[in-house]
Nanobody, 128 residues
Framework: QVQLVESGGGSVQAGGSLRLSCAASGAAVSDYCMGWFRQAPGKERERVATIDRDGVTTYADSVKGRFTASKDNAKNTLNLQMNNVKPEDAAMYYC??????????????????????RGQGTQVTVSS
């Protein structure tokens, strides 16, 4: 049974940095496409970043150049380094795992959100 548990959220000042982690159990992060998503109150869920089995990453335009997604295979975690955080980055952040067989296009688009596993989320608040 696969479980994903996010951590690292909290309050950060605009311009600051935060590092989110998603600990996986029951599956090796290296074997799957995984991603970070976020949802702010009153807004639609947004794909933040995805990383496929080969380590290829994609990012939403809104975070490109500021956020970095990575996998730590030794710790079996998915990470999101958030730099130069902006007020519009405030949201609940979720990690998700795609099904084992996922087309690259579906991985990169984040359309696997409803197909695999996801965590409970970690809240990020940004003060200006």
């Amino acid at each position: 049974q696969v479980q994903l548990v996010e951590s690292g959220g909290g309050s950060v000042q605009a311009g600051g940095s935060l590092r989110l982690s998603c600990a996986a159990s029951g599956a090796a992060v290296s074997d799957y496409c995984m991603g970070w998503f976020r949802q702010a109150p009153g807004k639609e869920r947004e794909r933040v970043a995805t990383i496929d089995r080969d380590g290829v990453t994609t990012y939403a335009d809104s975070v490109k150049g500021r956020f970095t997604a990575s996998k730590d295979n030794a710790k079996n975690t998915l990470n999101l380094q958030m730099n130069n955080v902006k007020p519009e980055d405030a949201a609940m952040y979720y990690c998700a795992r795609a099904p084992r067989i996922t087309y690259r296009s579906d991985c990169y688009s984040g359309s696997f959100w409803n197909l695999g596993n996801r965590g409970q989320g970690t809240q990020v608040t940004v003060s200006s």
